[in-house]
């Protein structure tokens, strides 16, 4: 079975807060990817991060951060001194050798000035 | 830049009239895929193409056809489009294949009236 659940649906915040983004996922196999988009309201899905199961190491970008850790099974985000423009759905994303990618339902990001 | 493009940004169609998206794309990549996402929803995978293999969901209705002329272009055929398949379709690209990054176009929404 392959499934990404990402529990929380909406999170609000207000500008320069830190959040995290959390996402659990289930696989069988122990080959697998894992992503991050951000879908602004404009629509267009943009790629964030690829991690494959055999790098955990964690991984800084700027202002964004991943926690990935198998022994939990989660690939949290986290957005520091957040800004309006992180305004968004972020989705998470997991693929297998076997499997097309499937997304978890996606948490609505607000952050206010 | 190498890229995803889709055409038109928003269409408008009646009630079982035909309407075909289209997608093209600059990186040269092997697989094409098409995805349709409703209000507040992950994307959903439709099809894909593998160079020239086609690849359906198994859950995707008859009413949705895909072609691939050539590496470039893919194109999205609803051949009697209903008032449930109003929502944004997405095309994505990747080099080869679900190991690897997918690369959204900004999308199209379809209305259906």
């Known amino acids: 079975a392959q499934k990404v659940t990402q529990a929380q649906t909406e999170i609000s915040v207000v500008e320069k807060e830190d959040v995290t983004l959390d996402c659990v996922y289930e696989t069988r196999d122990t080959t697998y990817y894992l992503f991050w988009y951000k879908q602004p309201p404009s629509g267009e899905l943009v790629f964030l991060i690829r991690r494959n199961s055999f790098d955990e190491q964690n991984e800084i970008s700027g202002r964004y951060s991943w926690n990935f850790q198998k022994s939990t099974s989660s690939f949290n985000f986290t957005i520091t001194a957040s800004q309006v423009v992180d305004s968004a759905v972020y989705f998470c994303?997991?693929?297998?050798?076997?499997?097309?990618?499937?997304f978890g339902a996606g948490t609505r990001l607000t952050v206010k000035p | 830049d190498a890229m995803v493009i889709q055409n038109p940004r928003y269409q408008v169609t009646q009630f079982g009239k035909p309407v075909t998206l289209s997608c093209s794309q600059t990186l040269n990549h092997n697989v094409m895929y098409w995805y349709q996402q409703k209000s507040s929803q992950a994307p959903k995978l439709l099809f894909h193409?593998?160079?020239?293999?086609?690849?359906n969901e198994a859950d995707t209705p008859d009413n949705f056809q895909s072609r691939r002329p050539n590496t470039s272009f893919c194109f999205l055929d609803i051949r009697s489009p209903g008032l449930g398949d109003a929502a944004m379709y997405l095309c994505?690209?990747?080099?080869?294949?679900?190991?690897?990054?997918?690369?959204f176009g900004p999308g199209t929404r379809l209305l259906v009236l």
């Open positions: 994303a997991l693929s297998q050798p076997d499997n097309d990618m499937r």
């Open positions: 193409y593998y160079d020239k293999d086609f690849n």
């Open positions: 994505a690209t990747a080099r080869n294949g679900v190991r690897e990054t997918q690369y």
